[in-house]
């Protein structure tokens, strides 16, 4: 199988920003959770406080004001679009999605590109996680978790951070808009935060 990062790998942004940003258009009072998302982004990023999965869940309390479900439907009639052209000439039925994205945002894809998906459990209707943020390590336990035995024949990010997927793959790419770089594993990141 092949084994893909989502954001700013197959998809041109990143889907977990564009949409709040859709959801605070489409909600007036999801935008009064702005000044929250702002501080808890300086705790996370500037002061080095908490994890990525503490930083998150508090981050997602603006789906406290959407409904979800409706507005990830339609978010992805708009955004489906955003899918990189090298990653349909590569699909295969049989592709993986990894990523740190919330799994109820990704989870339609599933039908609507013929994929399996795998990212973080956030509740839909408050922000609160189950497990970690799948990033990192985390993305090799749960890939460990739906596939024991799994072989992956290439796995495909945008990031090093990714490198410990990178390392269970027979070849790994990093992924530069719509090109396809030879994983370099001399890059990987040090300090990461998770």
Same mark, same amino acid.
């Given at each position: 199988?092949?084994?893909?990062?989502?954001?700013?790998?197959?998809? @041109? +942004?990143? *889907?977990?920003?564009?949409?709040?940003?859709? =959801?605070?258009?489409?909600?007036?009072?999801?935008l009064?959770?702005?000044?929250?998302? &702002?501080?808890?982004?300086?705790?996370?990023?500037?002061?080095?406080? +908490?994890?990525?999965?503490?930083?998150?869940?508090?981050?997602?309390?603006?789906?406290?004001? =959407?409904?979800?479900?409706?507005?990830v439907?339609?978010?992805?009639?708009?955004?489906? *679009? &955003?899918?990189? #052209?090298?990653?349909?000439?590569? @699909?295969?039925?049989d592709?993986?999605?990894?990523?740190?994205?919330?799994?109820?945002?990704?989870?339609?894809?599933?039908?609507?590109?013929?994929?399996?998906?795998?990212?973080?459990?956030? !509740?839909?209707?408050?922000?609160?996680?189950?497990? /970690? !943020? =799948?990033?990192?390590? /985390?993305?090799?336990?749960?890939?460990?978790?739906?596939?024991?035995? +799994?072989?992956?024949?290439a796995?495909?990010?945008?990031?090093? *951070?990714?490198?410990?997927?990178?390392?269970? *793959?027979?070849? #790994?790419?990093?992924?530069? +808009?719509?090109?396809?770089?030879?994983?370099?594993?001399?890059?990987?990141?040090?300090?990461?935060?998770?």
């Amino acid at each position: 199988m092949n084994v893909f990062d989502f954001d700013k790998t197959i998809y @041109h +942004g990143d *889907s977990t920003r564009d949409f709040i940003k859709y =959801c605070m258009k489409r909600h007036p009072k999801a935008l009064l959770y702005l000044p929250y998302i &702002g501080v808890v982004s300086l705790r996370y990023y500037l002061f080095h406080i +908490g994890t990525k999965t503490q930083f998150k869940e508090k981050m997602y309390r603006f789906l406290k004001a =959407c409904d979800t479900a409706q507005d990830v439907e339609a978010f992805w009639k708009k955004n489906l *679009s &955003g899918i990189k #052209a090298y990653y349909k000439k590569l @699909h295969r039925d049989d592709d993986l999605i990894i990523s740190a994205s919330p799994e109820f945002l990704l989870k339609p894809l599933e039908k609507k590109l013929r994929i399996t998906v795998i990212a973080s459990r956030v !509740n839909p209707a408050d922000g609160t996680t189950t497990g /970690e !943020n =799948c990033y990192h390590e /985390e993305k090799v336990r749960r890939f460990r978790e739906l596939y024991p035995d +799994g072989e992956i024949d290439a796995f495909y990010s945008d990031s090093y *951070s990714d490198e410990p997927l990178a390392l269970l *793959s027979k070849k #790994a790419y990093i992924v530069k +808009g719509e090109s396809l770089i030879d994983w370099d594993f001399s890059q990987h990141k040090k300090h990461l935060r998770t």
